[in-house]
């Protein structure tokens, strides 16, 4: 198992050197120039010059991947060009909030979904499952920017029971320690915080949930209606056993396998920061991070950021591959 | 293993059930507790706004988003009046310039303290000068203080030398009059730090900003919210408010939603789609700020048909600005003849705009030797900006504005930043684009935007519009100290640009700001930023 790990760890290199590689192409080859993007209408052509200067965008491609990547390796991926301040501080300030979002929405997603799914299979064609595979597919159809300001008109403004946007409300004092505001509040014991952060959590969550949770619902209802008809669950039924052990001992802890691929995927892709999520409810994680950076051309945060949010892309599937085992004792590693 | 997944199972519902329990304890709740909880006694002012600040050091920002909260921080050695672009005293209380104008000495006020304590005194002033105007500084770091080169023309471009004459006394030399030099002072990039402060942070001065202002620094998150305090011992009218929030909501639906669900007290960046909504609600106030920008249509006069005066008179003549704006900005917007918007010294009122006239435009582009019109490009920006809030729908109104006296126009858009890049380097026919002021000198307009100096690749004169006898006279305006003298020139400037035609000047827009109707105090200023200590709640 350590081999395994230590392997597929060597292995994040060379992905790593092909992410960046691509990152770099990617933001350089697009037009646009960041002295242009940065001072808008007011660009003059010294400031251009003086700043492709100290970029260093005159030189060709492959020195600047170079210094690039030499400053990487030291653990220096640079300063904004934007802002001025290090893109890992930017990246630290940011993915607490990203994290947040993401395991909350994970939660609601396969709360909700693997529910929803055990229902559908164990009956299959019944009211319950038309209705919860109808949901299912409106789910994974919606788009979340509209979703997002219908649920912030309706609880937000129209019903007042939540914060329409942000993290915490004014006023309302945290002490950060890991800028994951729920993680501190339970961490100094801050309940007033606890509950706000919650209420302002709520919303984004189950927006960003959605298009998982129908994934995960239809994942569970079709692998474990496979495993339901399988010889083992007659056998255990024939037993004697009652429903609830049939279900939830037998079938779906082997029909969790592919349930547990779809959900790791999920979790991989949605810490690489929800753009449309972070945009409407205000929530300042990486998505919208990188998003501007993108549109201003800041290289040196895209370069960076994408780097760093293939790196937790990569040790999230990692993850995810030695759950397997555990999972399924017959999957080995060696 | 059966244990782990029926664990892990009980544990996830565990938490669901916690987080929605939790969640909705506070259901029912009136919606002004929503959000915004305030201590006993504490006013608090929430700005709602569309982006964060890139950063906190005035010399080192350009954007509006990073003025918007620096300007309240700091002071600068004078600055403009609550309401229009004149000057008048702030951290200076008196100046005087030599007959030469090469010469301008400013007397300062005394007993003024920086946030974190120190005293305020001519020897800072020298410091934050030199600071910004020497690329060798020690403290000349932390960006590229962009604002200084491009206002002063260089590092340290059209100033010689900065020294303090007694404690409250500075004296600036320039090589040559600077008829702006003033009204470039009262800009916020030229706000004055404390030296202490400069020193202690760096390279990371930009999140510690420490000024002289009537708000002090508090906290900073990313991407989220920029938290100051009222500053007790500002030198001039004390903020009424205890405590000023800029939030940053990107999306503006989500930002008018949370000015009805009062979560914020006031905002900017309002879609024209909204400004009904708004005006409907007997809650809220929609406040006009005065306009200090223009949008236009440049034509490429080094293209044909563009080249030809009449063509470009011919095409003023077929856009009906009224109409457009009617639409496009929820007449939230004046139509200009003007390079100039009318908040401006030294507008020219006597100017007669071409007037919309679609037959007499088809006869002149015949008289140029297109009776049945032309094909053309019109190149529009992918994003809105203040001076075109509906970039696109604009453009298809000039379209189907053009096509009616037989110029087909094809729309062209980029993304902004490659956009700007191409259309600097000319490689438009027609182009949409405009410009907010920077220190409300007319300078600032017509020189920038219509000079030969400036038509010269990447261009700010995109209309790359060179005329000898406007450059004399615009000139001749930059050397001359005296008011009267020089909003004669820029009057005489206007009729030549008016009569050469190198834009269709379209539009000045007049932002709309919203607030709710409890806020009082608050004066927009033309500029985009202002100082928000005379604003309260009620």
Request: charged fraction near 20%.
């Amino acid at each position: 198992m350590l081999n395994y790990i230590l392997r597929r760890l060597l292995m994040i290199i060379p992905v790593l050197i092909g992410v960046s590689i691509l990152a770099f192409l990617l933001i350089h080859l697009i037009p646009g120039n960041p002295a242009v993007a940065m001072l808008g209408e007011r660009a003059t052509p010294e400031q251009i010059a003086r700043l492709e200067e100290e970029l260093g965008l005159n030189d060709p491609l492959y020195v600047q991947y170079g210094r690039f990547m030499a400053r990487v390796l030291q653990g220096d991926f640079g300063r904004s060009i934007h802002t001025h301040s290090p893109v890992l501080w930017e990246m630290s300030m940011r993915f607490p909030a990203t994290i947040e979002l993401t395991v909350a929405a994970m939660i609601i997603a396969v709360v909700i979904g693997m529910g929803a799914g055990i229902i559908s299979a164990v009956k299959p064609y019944s009211i319950f499952d038309y209705s919860f595979m109808g949901s299912a597919l409106i789910g994974v159809s919606m788009p979340i920017f509209w979703l997002g300001l219908m649920l912030i008109y309706l609880f937000g403004v129209k019903l007042g029971w939540l914060p329409p946007s942000g993290r915490l409300s004014i006023g309302v004092e945290l002490e950060t320690v890991t800028n994951i505001y729920v993680l501190d509040a339970i961490i100094t014991g801050n309940w007033v915080a606890l509950k706000d952060a919650l209420r302002h959590l709520f919303m984004p969550a189950l927006a960003l949930g959605t298009i998982p949770m129908a994934m995960i619902a239809r994942m569970t209802r079709s692998s474990m209606l496979e495993v339901m008809r399988q010889d083992f669950v007659r056998t255990a039924r024939a037993k004697g056993l009652p429903e609830k052990i049939v279900i939830f001992k037998h079938a779906l802890q082997n029909a969790f396998l592919p349930v547990l691929t779809v959900i790791g995927l999920q979790f991989g892709y949605l810490l690489g920061g929800a753009v449309m999520t972070e945009w409407i409810f205000a929530w300042p994680g990486i998505g919208r991070w990188m998003f501007l950076a993108i549109s201003s051309r800041d290289f040196p945060i895209v370069q960076g950021g994408i780097l760093l949010i293939a790196m937790v892309f990569v040790f999230v599937n990692l993850l995810v591959d030695v759950l397997y085992s555990y999972v399924d004792p017959r999957i080995r590693y060696d | 293993m059966k244990r782990f997944t029926n664990k892990l199972i009980i544990v996830l519902v565990m938490l669901f059930a916690l987080s929605v329990l939790v969640a909705g304890c506070g259901g029912g709740a009136p919606a002004e507790d929503q959000g915004k909880q305030e201590a006993a006694n504490e006013k608090v002012l929430v700005w709602g706004r569309g982006g964060d600040s890139p950063g906190l050091d005035p010399a080192n920002v350009t954007d509006g988003e990073s003025a918007k909260v620096t300007i309240n921080i700091f002071d600068g050695l004078v600055q403009y009046k609550q309401d229009s672009t004149e000057i008048e005293p702030a951290l200076a209380t008196d100046w005087k310039v030599s007959e030469d104008g090469k010469t301008w000495t400013f007397y300062l006020r005394q007993g003024v303290k920086f946030h974190d304590g120190t005293d305020f005194d001519a020897e800072d002033v020298v410091f934050n000068f030199e600071r910004w105007m020497y690329k060798d500084h020690e403290y000349h770091i932390g960006g590229t203080f962009d604002y200084w080169g491009y206002m002063f023309g260089d590092y340290p471009g059209v100033v010689e030398s900065v020294t303090a004459k007694d404690k409250y006394t500075v004296e600036f030399k320039l090589k040559k009059p600077m008829a702006t030099f003033l009204a470039n002072l009262a800009m916020f990039p030229f706000g004055i730090a404390s030296p202490e402060a400069v020193k202690e942070y760096g390279e990371d001065f930009f999140k510690h900003p420490v000024g002289t202002g009537p708000f002090k620094f508090v906290e900073w998150v990313p991407d989220d919210k920029i938290v100051l305090e009222k500053f007790e011992d500002y030198w001039g009218e004390k903020a009424k408010v205890d405590k000023l929030v800029f939030r940053s909501i990107p999306d503006n639906s989500t930002r008018l939603m949370e000015l009805q669900a009062g979560t914020i007290d006031i905002m900017d960046g309002i879609s024209p789609d909204d400004v009904a909504t708004i005006k409907n609600d007997e809650r809220f106030q929609l406040i006009l700020r005065p306009s200090m920008n223009v949008g236009y249509v440049a034509m490429n006069m080094e293209k044909e048909p563009f080249d030809d005066p009449r063509v470009r008179k011919a095409v003023n003549m077929a856009i009906n600005k009224k109409e457009i704006i009617d639409a496009f900005f929820a007449g939230l917007a004046k139509p200009a003849k003007n390079p100039l918007p009318p908040s401006l010294w030294g507008y020219n009122d006597a100017i007669e705009d071409y007037p919309y006239d679609p037959p007499k435009a088809k006869a002149l582009l015949a008289e140029a030797g297109y009776p049945d019109g032309f094909e053309t490009t019109l190149w529009t920006m992918p994003v809105p900006r203040p001076y075109f809030p509906q970039p696109q729908k604009i453009a298809e109104a000039i379209q189907a504005n053009l096509a009616e006296v037989g110029i087909k126009a094809e729309i062209i858009t980029y993304d902004w930043a490659t956009y700007l890049e191409k259309v600097e380097n000319g490689e438009h026919d027609m182009a949409m684009l405009g410009w907010t002021g920077d220190n409300g000198d007319p300078d600032n307009f017509l020189y920038v935007l219509l000079d030969k100096d400036n038509a010269v690749k990447p261009a700010g004169n995109i209309a790359f519009y060179k005329n000898d006898e406007l450059h004399d006279i615009l000139i001749e305006a930059q050397q001359e100290m005296d008011q009267e003298v020089r909003a004669q020139l820029y009057k005489q400037a206007q009729e030549i640009i008016h009569e050469d035609a190198p834009w269709v000047p379209m539009s000045h827009s007049t932002p709309p700001i919203a607030a709710k109707k409890n806020v009082i105090g608050y004066v927009p200023h033309p500029t985009g930023v202002e100082k928000l200590n005379t604003v309260d709640i009620q």
